[in-house]
């Protein structure tokens, strides 16, 4: 929810920013993680541990 603050601070509407941050913190099964860099894995590895509890 902080997140979706921050975005709508920097100027987008609600929708456009729940859009956004959703994107940010799913995991696309298809989307080859070796390419990302450090600081977007290390979000990608914390979105997929909360997903398994």
């Known amino acids: 929810m902080l997140r979706i603050l921050q975005e ?4 987008r509407n ?5 859009t956004m941050v959703g994107l940010e913190y799913s995991v696309n099964p298809e989307q080859d993680l ?3 860099d450090d600081a ?3 979000k990608k590895k ?3 541990c909360c997903n398994c509890v």
Do not use: M
Request: no cysteine; net charge negative; hydrophobic share 35%.
């Open 14 to 18: 609600l929708e456009e920013a729940t």
């Open 46 to 48: 914390k979105v997929t």
């Open 34 to 36: 070796n390419k990302l």
């Open 40 to 42: 977007s894995l290390d």
């Open 8 to 11: 709508v601070e920097r100027g």
